[in-house]
Nanobody, 131 residues
Framework: QVQLVESGGGSVQAGGSLRLSCAAS????????MAWGRQAPGKEREFVAG?????????YADSVKGRFTISRDNNAKNTVYLQMNSLKPEDTAVYYC???????????????????????WGQGTQVTVSS
């Protein structure tokens, strides 16, 4: 059974930085996409960033492009990071880690991330950005 443990959330002022981590366990993650989603109060969960198995291919939501960087550990490839810079109050949300075996186009992954039962989600970590 896949287990995901997120860490690194917290409170920061606008313009600050945070680094989130997600450690995955329970199996090997060859061929798995690892990604981050977030859910703000009163809103649906949305895609933030994703990274492929190789750790080379990445994809970002337009709202975070240029400010957030997703990466994956080079060894076991079972840990994913999200470096968040130039944080804005609108980045305030619970951030969730997501893993799923997937090898298709990124836009398809983003759409399918909303499907129940598509992959596994972590419990989330709160990020609060104050103005």
């Amino acid at each position: 059974q896949v287990q995901l443990v997120e860490s690194g959330g917290g409170s920061v002022q606008a313009g600050g930085s945070l680094r989130l981590s997600c450690a995955a366990s329970g199996r090997t993650f060859s061929g798995y996409v690892m990604a981050w989603g977030r859910q703000a109060p009163g809103k649906e969960r949305e895609f933030v960033a994703g990274i492929g198995w190789s750790g080379i291919l990445t994809y970002y939501a337009d709202s975070v492009k240029g400010r957030f960087t997703i990466s994956r550990d080079n060894n076991a490839k079972n840990t994913v990071y999200l470096q968040m810079n130039s944080l804005k109050p609108e980045d305030t949300a619970v951030y969730y880690c997501h893993v799923v075996p997937f090898a298709g186009p990124w836009d398809t992954y983003v759409k399918r991330q909303k499907d129940p039962g598509f992959g596994s989600w972590g419990q989330g970590t709160q990020v609060t950005v104050s103005s």
